[in-house]
Structure formats: C-alpha cells, structure tokens
T-cell receptor, first 109, second 119 residues
Framework: GQNIDQPTEMTATEGAIVQINCTYQTSGFNGLFWYQQHAGEAPTFLSYNVLDGLEEKGRFSSFLSRSKGYSYLLLKELQMKDSASYLCAVLDSNYQLIWGAGTKLIIKP | GAVVSQHPSRVICKSGTSVKIECRSLDFQATTMFWYRQFPKQSLMLMATSNEGSKATYEQGVEKDKFLINHASLTLSTLTVTSAHPEDSSFYIC???????????????FGPGTRLTVT
C-alpha cells in the first residue's frame, strides 16, 4: 500500500527553527509537495521537490532524498503566523497526489 | 495567476435536500479537477477526480450517486451532494490542475473550500 508518515504535532518557539519530517512509501514517485494549511482554509503551495537535494525559498526550505523515501520542510525565523498544518504529498506513478495526515505546528511566543 | 474560486464558501441545509458547490479556475484552463473532503483535524481525503468532458473517477468508498460531479467546461466543475445527511457535514475543497500551459502542470491549485453543515 501507499503510505506517508509525518508527525502529528510539533511545537516551536517564535524566532527559532523547526524541521518537519516526512517519509513515504508509494507506487512510483513523480515529486513531493509541501503545502501549508491554516485552520478553516484551503492548502497553499509551499514547495515541490523531484530531485534529491535542498530547495531554499526564503524562510522555508525543503529537502528530498529519493533513495531514503524522505523529505523535510525547514522553517527558519519562525513567526506566529507560521502556526498551521503542514501537509506532505507525493505524486505517484499515476500522477495522483497521495497525502500525509499533516503536521500541526504550534508556535509559542 | 492560477486562481481557483469556490462557491458558496458556507452553506447550511436541511437533511434530505441537495446542495451544489461550484469550482472555477479563473485564469487558466483546468483539464483536471479534484474534489476533497476534510473532517476536523484530519487530512484531505480525495473523493473524486474529474476530467473535462468525461465521467469522474471516484475513490473507493465514495458513492457516485450521492456525490454527483460534473466537469462540463475547462473552467468549471460542480459537486452536488444529493439527499444530504448530517454525516455529510464537512469542509469540501476543490483543486485544479493547469492544462499544461505552465511549466509545472502537476501542481494543484486549491479553491478556498466550502463549509457544509447539514441540520
């Protein structure tokens, strides 16, 4: 079966750095997405990785290791507005998005 | 660019009635649209995938006669919840995939969601 694992909840302090991990086992791989979702709102795109390595975009970076079936989202200089759920999703061999359950990130002052 | 609208944003209906939700891609042609449902504190659950001009493909466990999907044009898909019951109360989100005019066609652009409450 297809499976994506990410922690249910994480807590971090404003101004700090947090890393949200995602491991996956899917039938095929055509890329991995990270989305941010605030409560009661639809997801918004953060990043897309299809090759191994680190992609940096401002305060957010995403890393992928295809051989390990592993990705992480790194958030730097945390702000209160970063409190949200972060969803990891893998594009499988049929180009369908397989979604993780999401990681709820709580930022404390 | 790549804006998806969804209407209505909130709807309350009585048990047994039907509700239609519209999903529109405003500035691109969406050959494929997706309908998701999300219960509180849970992740997105894909209900169905619809391609313009053809029948929707429903995920296992989703009743196609209850959740009617129509993707009549490249910019509009509708989801009709027929004979709604309180257990259908949920957050319904659509997303659309660009028809390939961008260089990143597998990204899904999400609508803002529709909060359905069935009383």
């Amino acid at each position: 079966g297809q499976n994506i694992d990410q922690p249910t909840e994480m807590t971090a302090t404003e101004g700090a750095i947090v890393q949200i991990n995602c491991t996956y086992q899917t039938s095929g791989f055509n890329g991995l997405f990270w989305y941010q979702q605030h409560a009661g709102e639809a997801p918004t795109f953060l990043s897309y990785n299809v090759l191994d390595g680190l992609e940096e975009k401002g305060r957010f970076s995403s890393f992928l290791s295809r051989s390990k079936g592993y990705s992480y989202l790194l958030l730097k200089e945390l702000q209160m507005k970063d409190s949200a759920s972060y969803l990891c999703a893998v594009l499988d061999s049929n180009y369908q998005l397989i979604w993780g359950a999401g990681t709820k990130l709580i930022i404390k002052p | 660019g790549a804006v998806v609208s969804q209407h209505p944003s909130r709807v309350i209906c009585k048990s047994g009635t039907s509700v239609k939700i519209e999903c529109r891609s405003l500035d691109f042609q969406a050959t494929t649209m997706f309908w998701y449902r999300q219960f509180p504190k849970q992740s997105l659950m894909l209900m169905a995938t619809s391609n313009e001009g053809s029948k929707a493909t429903y995920e296992q466990g989703v009743e196609k006669d209850k959740f009617l999907i129509n993707h009549a044009s490249l910019t509009l898909s509708t989801l009709t919840v027929t004979s709604a019951h309180p257990e259908d109360s949920s957050f319904y989100i659509c997303s659309a995939r660009d028809g390939g005019t961008s260089g990143f066609s597998y990204e899904q652009y999400f609508g803002p969601g529709t909060r359905l409450t069935v009383t």
